[in-house]
């Protein structure tokens, strides 16, 4: 049998000098390379960045409403802080984060390919990030922006201060990056599987990317015409946004709803598509319903375009309308649902692995129930009214965002770190600090919850005196939450210098980039792989260097 | 070149490429719908809010440069795909004048929409003029729309003349990787003609006989 | 000329014919159907474009399954955001007719 990539139990070691980190030193090397890996690379090195400025602004955030008044922070201050939270987070680093990084990475060496169809393709994505990303640079030294993330017009082209048109530039620019890599993953997809994966062999991971892939393709382009139908009305008054002249204000939100709500699909499905590699690889079972999880990317995919007017209830959208996208919004809970239960009914009499990638997945298991059934109360036009614009809205989608996406970044990292370094982790810190972040972002976000059913509005930094202490918790959670992120950037960086050789499996998990040396060479594969066996195919492989075995 | 090399080994024949490029294009002119999709949205809801006053702000629209602007896409979209039918048929010369051709109908859309801003200009209905015209403000707006519009719409003409004389001077060298070239090159021009064929009634038909 | 040039020279005297029909439907007094015939009209052209200079008849299920997509998705925005427009004020007028 030639299927070389399947036998597990053979151990492909580096051959000194071909893995793809010592292809090239310099820095020309890395900055001109079209090797997905060094790509995937450059963009957690820029994602890491934005990330860290985001997380300056939420701290800012979260310190000055510890008192009521609000006395760190000017209203205007208070305003930009959020907004640059808000922009930064969302499409500098939530939005590219599993996809460019931990995506680019795996999925050619998952289906077996050299690298993604059109490699320089996708070293362009890059650059344009980085120029939209120094247009948001600009924009934070420039003083920020006072709109929110969401641009609301008339505030947007009427009455906001500080740098608009050049924060609507980076995101219209960031777009592009986004389109081209969805592009090419597309077609690597449908081109550049190995002999013998077939659709029904792919890791559900590359389904999910496809998913979002379909979403990257057809959502942004709507994104990218109405920032430009924005940054015009504010320069020239176009007027389609501005009621004075028949425009219609709420036309922008439908048209950017119909962007951002599938966007925050953008922001889950890839982590859905790490936790089902997480959750079988540490269960050591094949995948419980693999057709329903794959299928329940695409039909989250599809769905989550038919939503969009629940961000709209008490805008004065036609309530007729209101209902019908309440109906819809509702239904997209049941593929999402399926998963959970799937994922659920994969560990159940699995052989368990308490490692911190299982960790950081049931972490993104329970935060995500918590956040989609309170989406589904969201959802609920009759509810909605009551809670809309508080912090209720504002806990519930930080659940989805960040305990589900970055709680699932965080795992695939620490699930794919010996395979992209080649280096293990310290595991006692991993599972530490998987558990803190458990904790602290409940502490942060869940007296939210109750802020948000008691009345608090978003995006006010003064409030009534009773709000304090459910305010504090929040903000101490928020500490714990920190050193929950910094905890990871020292132990894994350090695990670069002196952390031990990975293993090619040290998982035992299925998947073809086990098959490769760790980190993988140059061109992925020593020879070209060949499928014969189905996904999750468990019992064949074993694990090697399980820590508690 | 090394990246050629590379591209070679990771599809295993060139058939593969083809089929991964022109399976890229066409991905990239779904999401150009959607680009377009949201102008047309834009375009439906101003309707929809106000029915009367877009016919009647539709009707000081330039029919007749619309009209020719229309004639003039479709005629240059029959030579760019007659080009790739001669492109793969063997007779390179020919393809080359169909898509020369084309470039100068391409240029020919472009001056008469010139022409058409020109006198616009004249009569004070540019964005912002000093010496605005309108009788309504929903005219106004139409009119601020339209610029928007045709003006996306241009840019994407201009982009799509540069790639068919890029293709039109390879044209002459029949090899399997420049015939999918111009076969993605004409793609592209062939959708920025299907915008045009829908802004038509959304921008000049709409007044028409008002 | 082969076959397939003429065909492509069919399609495009018809394009041309179709747009002569609707600039001239256009002039005539038929109201709320004016915007109806005109749109159909695009339709019928940019299928035409599709299909014969796009080389669907041609393309494999992949290739016309992306394009469809694309319009598929076009007509979900353009439905749901038409049902905010079309229904707003359908409840109040039915509360006070």
């Not at chain 3, 041309?16 to 038929?30: E, N, R, S, Y």
């Amino acid at each position: 049998m030639t299927a070389a990539a399947v036998d597990t139990e053979r151990e492909p070691e580096e051959i000194e000098g071909t893995s793809y980190l010592r292809a090239g030193y310099s820095l020309r090397s890395w900055l001109l390379t079209t090797d997905h890996k060094r790509i995937a690379i450059l963009y957690l090195l820029s994602i890491t960045f934005f990330f860290a400025i985001a997380a300056v602004a939420a701290a800012l955030i979260r310190l000055d409403l510890i008192t009521p008044e609000g006395d760190l922070l000017s209203n205007e201050g208070y305003n930009r802080a959020f907004s640059i939270h808000g922009i930064m987070m969302v499409w500098f680093f939530l939005i590219p984060s599993i996809p460019n990084t931990i995506g680019n990475f795996m999925i050619p060496l998952m289906i077996g390919a050299r690298d993604l169809a059109f490699p320089r393709l996708n070293l362009l994505s890059w650059y344009i990030f980085i120029v939209a990303g120094i247009f948001a640079l600009f924009v934070v030294v420039a003083g920020g922006v006072d709109t929110g993330w969401t641009f609301y017009t008339p505030l947007t082209t009427m009455y906001a201060n500080g740098a608009v048109v050049a924060t609507v530039l980076a995101v219209f620019i960031s777009g592009f990056s986004t389109i081209l890599t969805g592009l090419n993953f597309i077609v690597t997809i449908h081109k550049l599987r190995a002999p013998g994966m077939t659709w029904s062999r792919l890791p559900l991971f590359v389904w999910s990317h496809y998913a979002v892939s379909i979403i990257f393709v057809l959502a942004t382009p709507v994104l990218a015409i109405t920032l430009l139908l924005v940054a015009a009305e504010r320069v020239f008054g176009i007027g389609v946004f501005d009621p004075s002249l028949g425009g219609d204000p709420l036309l922008f939100q439908h048209l950017f709803w119909f962007y951002s709500h599938p966007a925050v699909y953008i922001m889950v499905l890839p982590a859905m598509g790490v936790v089902s590699e997480l959750i079988t690889a540490g269960a050591h079972k094949k995948i419980f319903g693999y057709w329903f999880v794959a299928y329940a990317s695409i039909a989250i995919a599809v769905i989550g375009f038919l939503v969009w007017g629940h961000h709209m209830f008490v805008s004065g959208q036609s309530v007729l309308a209101s209902t019908a996208f309440s109906f819809l919004s509702i239904a997209v809970a049941v593929p999402s649902a399926i998963k959970v239960y799937n994922w659920t009914a994969t560990l159940y009499k699995g052989d368990v692995a308490l490692d911190a990638p299982l960790l950081y997945a049931m972490g993104f298991i329970g935060l995500f129930v918590a956040g989609g059934l309170t989406g589904l109360m969201l959802a609920m036009l009759a509810i909605d009214v009551h809670v809309h614009d508080t912090y209720f809205v504002v806990a519930h989608f930080h659940y989805i965002m960040v305990g589900g996406s970055v709680t699932a970044f965080f795992g695939a990292l620490h699930y794919w770190w010996p395979k992209i370094t080649g280096r293990l982790y310290n595991e006692v810190l991993g599972r530490i600090s998987a558990l803190l972040m458990i904790v602290g972002f409940n502490l942060t976000f869940f007296p939210q919850f109750m802020l948000g059913y008691e009345g608090m509005p978003r995006r006010y930094h003064v409030y009534p005196q009773e709000f304090q202490v459910l305010q504090v918790f929040s903000s101490a959670g928020a500490g714990m939450l920190a050193v929950a992120y910094l905890m990871p950037l020292t132990y894994l960086l350090w695990s670069l210098r002196s952390g031990a050789r990975a293993p090619a499996n040290p998982w035992g998990a299925t998947g073809l980039e086990w098959t490769t040396s760790s980190p993988p060479p140059k061109h992925n594969f020593t020879e070209q792989p060949v499928v014969v066996r189905g996904p999750y195919d468990y019992p064949l492989a074993h694990p090697r260097s399980r820590q508690d075995a | 070149m090394p990246e050629q090399s590379r591209a070679e080994i990771q599809f295993h024949h060139i058939g593969r490429q083809r089929e991964a490029e022109r399976l890229g294009m066409l991905v990239f002119l779904a999401s150009e719908i959607m680009l377009f999709g949201g102008v047309f949205l834009a375009a439906l809801a101003l309707r929809m809010l106000h029915p009367q006053e877009y016919v009647a702000a539709a009707s000081h629209m330039k029919l007749w440069h619309g009209t020719a602007n229309t004639a003039i896409l479709l005629t240059s979209s029959l030579l760019v795909a007659l080009a790739v039918e001669w492109t793969r048929g063997g007779r390179p010369k020919w393809a080359a004048r169909c898509l020369w051709a084309a470039v100068a109908l391409g240029l020919t859309f472009l001056g008469v929409k010139a022409h058409e801003y020109y006198l616009d200009y004249r009569e004070g209905k540019l964005p912002g003029a000093a010496n605005a015209n309108f009788s309504t403000p929903f005219e106004q707006l139409f009119s601020n729309f339209y610029f928007s519009v045709t003006g996306l719409h241009a840019l994407h003409v201009t982009a799509g003349i540069i790639l068919l004389a890029l293709a039109a001077l390879r044209g002459e060298a029949r090899h399997d990787r420049h015939a999918v070239f111009i076969g993605n090159v004409a793609l592209y021009w062939h959708l920025v003609d299907v915008f045009w064929i829908f802004l038509y009634p959304t921008i000049y038909l709409a007044g028409a006989g008002e | 000329m082969s076959a397939n040039v003429k065909r492509l020279v069919a399609a495009g005297l018809m394009l041309q014919i179709l747009l002569g029909l609707t600039l001239l439907v256009a002039f005539l007094p038929l109201g709320s159907l004016k915007p109806w015939i005109g749109y159909g009209i695009a339709s019928a052209k940019a299928a035409l474009v599709l299909w014969f200079f796009m080389e669907m008849r041609e393309e494999g299920g992949l290739v016309r399954l992306a394009t469809v997509a694309a319009f598929a998705w076009l007509a979900i925005m353009l439905t749901l955001g038409a049902a905010d427009y079309l229904s707003r004020g359908w409840v109040a007028a039915y509360l006070n007719p």
